[in-house]
Nanobody, 120 residues
Framework: QVQLVESGGGLVQAGGSLRLSCVASGSIFSMNVMDWYRQSPGKQRELVARFSRGGNTYYADSVKGRFTISTDNTKNTVYLQMNSLKPEDTAVYFC??????????????WGQGTQVTVSS
């Protein structure tokens, strides 16, 4: 079993920055795909950024050039650096991981979410 704990959300003015962290713990053999999703009221959850083992990254068009996803494999942690924040970035941000346990079972996991609010 793998547990994900996010942190780093908060209230920031437009143009500001935040860094989200997601720490994975448990019986982890490998973290294969690590994502950040977000969901705002009345909208579907959307993929914001993805980091695949091997180093490939993906960003939604709305955040390209402003957000950066990175990982620290020694700490089983994935980060989302968010710069030049806009009010439309306001949402609950969720960490999502495809991980293989030490029992060689591969499963996806969700964090509990962290609120990001950008004021204009």
């Amino acid at each position: 079993q793998v547990q994900l704990v996010e942190s780093g959300g908060g209230l920031v003015q437009a143009g500001g920055s935040l860094r989200l962290s997601c720490v994975a713990s448990g019986s982890i053999f490998s973290m294969n795909v690590m994502d950040w999703y977000r969901q705002s009221p009345g909208k579907q959850r959307e993929l914001v950024a993805r980091f695949s083992r091997g180093g490939n990254t993906y960003y939604a068009d709305s955040v390209k050039g402003r957000f950066t996803i990175s990982t620290d494999n020694t700490k089983n942690t994935v980060y989302l650096q968010m710069n030049s924040l806009k009010p439309e970035d306001t949402a609950v941000y969720f960490c999502h991981v495809d991980a293989t346990s030490t029992a060689r079972v591969t499963t996806t996991y969700w964090g509990q979410g962290t609120q990001v609010t950008v004021s204009s």
